[in-house]
Nanobody, 117 residues
Framework: QVQLVESGGGLVQAGGSLRLSCAAS????????VAWYRQGPGGPREEWKL??????????NYVDSVKGRFTISRDNDKNTMYLQMNSLKPDDTDIYYC????????WGQGTQVTVSS
């Protein structure tokens, strides 16, 4: 059974930092393209917005709004992926989901990030 379990969300003031974690079981994350999405207004998963993505070879890409502030990473020994979020803004407030894709897609349960002004 494949599980992605997220942690690390919370409430932070603008300018602060959070680190989201996503621990995988049942798959080896190093084989997968991994990504972080945000839910937005609450529509179906197809409407969620990509925040950051890392290929199985380690190439990272970011949406323009988070470039220079967020960093996606993966610890293959811990089979865990991360999203380091720095210089947070109120507009970053959302539910964030981790995802792993290699043929099939797997998703975490979501974690709430709230940034106060």
């Amino acid at each position: 059974q494949v599980q992605l379990v997220e942690s690390g969300g919370g409430l932070v003031q603008a300018g602060g930092s959070l680190r989201l974690s996503c621990a995988a079981s049942g798959i080896r994350l190093s084989d997968y393209t991994v990504a972080w999405y945000r839910q937005g207004p609450g529509g179906p998963r197809e409407e969620w917005k990509l925040v950051a993505l890392m290929s199985s070879k380690g190439a990272a890409n970011y949406v323009d709004s988070v470039k220079g502030r967020f960093t996606i990473s993966r610890d293959n020994d811990k089979n865990t992926m991360y999203l380091q979020m720095n210089s947070l803004k109120p507009d970053d407030t959302d539910i964030y989901y981790c995802s792993a894709y290699w043929g099939a897609s797997y998703w975490g349960q979501g974690t709430q990030v709230t940034v106060s002004s």
